[in-house]
């Protein structure tokens, strides 16, 4: 048995929440078989797409950008968790699915933070 990490980035998860849904449905088979080939299986993802289009859509209500993120990873990780386990269903694999939101911490001072190539992510 292997462990494997999948990262899907957030322009691989579509524009749109239906989008997404549907492309997440779509990857959860190949996450499942992997997982029925006895591995044990994390997936990660990126979030800047989703973060820019929450912020951008919560910005007259003042809410911070954090919150925003918070946001992205809440529904990316449902999307995918709610994917994931209804395939396992479907093949009739006995395992768990859990959604964990993390946070970072950065230094401001990074010079990576110098010469900024595109606003999130």
Do not use: W
């Not at 990490?5 to 239906?18: F, Q, Y």
């Not at 997404?20 to 591995?39: D, P, Y």
């Not at 911070?64 to 009739?92: D, K, T, V, W």
């Amino acid at each position: 048995m292997s462990k494997i990490v999948i990262a899907l980035g957030g322009n691989a998860l579509g524009k749109t929440p239906s989008e997404q849904l549907s492309l997440v449905r779509e990857t959860s088979k190949n996450i499942v078989n992997l997982v029925e080939m006895g591995n044990q299986v994390i997936v990660s993802h990126g979030n800047g797409p989703q973060v820019g289009m929450i912020y951008n859509n919560m910005v007259s209500s003042d809410m911070p950008f954090a919150e925003c993120g918070a946001m992205s990873q809440g529904y990316i990780g449902y999307h995918l968790q709610q994917a994931i386990r209804e395939e396992l269903q479907a093949q009739n694999i006995k395992k768990g699915v859990v959604t964990l939101v993390t946070q970072v911490v950065v230094d401001k001072n990074d010079p990576a933070f110098t010469n900024l190539t595109k606003p999130i992510g």
